[in-house]
């Protein structure tokens, strides 16, 4: 485990990486809404957006926090180091299947 100081510059990352990835889930809501608002889809697809965007959102929280702010977030807070060095980024929208509809 690292230094306090190393462990708020890692929880400033991971939370700064946080609301940058809840953004742009937010960002696929605010789509289906201006759909819907413009006559294009029904409330039902809305419902289905804001669902995915639930589940989405979850696994995002659980990457970010779900290890508590010890030596975990040093953990995910090197991920996404590496991941930036890499150029790679995670479609957390991509990563949730959509729901089976019955």
Same mark, same amino acid.
């Given at each position: 485990? %690292?230094?306090? *100081?190393e462990?708020? #510059? *890692?929880?400033?990352? #991971?939370?700064a &990486?946080?609301? *940058?990835?809840l953004?742009?889930?937010?960002?696929h =809501?605010a789509e $289906?809404?201006?759909? &819907?608002r413009? %006559?294009q889809v029904d409330? &039902?697809a #809305?419902d289905e957006? =804001? !669902? !995915? &965007? !639930?589940?989405a959102?979850?696994? /995002? @929280?659980?990457?970010? @926090?779900? %290890?508590g702010?010890g030596?975990n977030?040093?953990? #995910?807070?090197r991920?996404?180091? +590496? /991941?930036a060095?890499d150029g +790679?980024t =995670?479609? @957390?929208? $991509?990563r949730?299947?959509?729901?089976k509809? +019955?």
């Amino acid at each position: 485990m %690292g230094t306090k *100081a190393e462990r708020q #510059v *890692a929880r400033a990352l #991971v939370a700064a &990486y946080h609301e *940058a990835r809840l953004a742009d889930l937010i960002e696929h =809501v605010a789509e $289906e809404l201006d759909r &819907y608002r413009a %006559g294009q889809v029904d409330a &039902y697809a #809305v419902d289905e957006t =804001v !669902h !995915h &965007y !639930h589940r989405a959102s979850q696994e /995002l @929280w659980k990457f970010c @926090w779900s %290890g508590g702010l010890g030596a975990n977030i040093e953990i #995910v807070a090197r991920t996404l180091e +590496q /991941l930036a060095e890499d150029g +790679q980024t =995670v479609d @957390w929208w $991509e990563r949730i299947p959509p729901r089976k509809t +019955q």
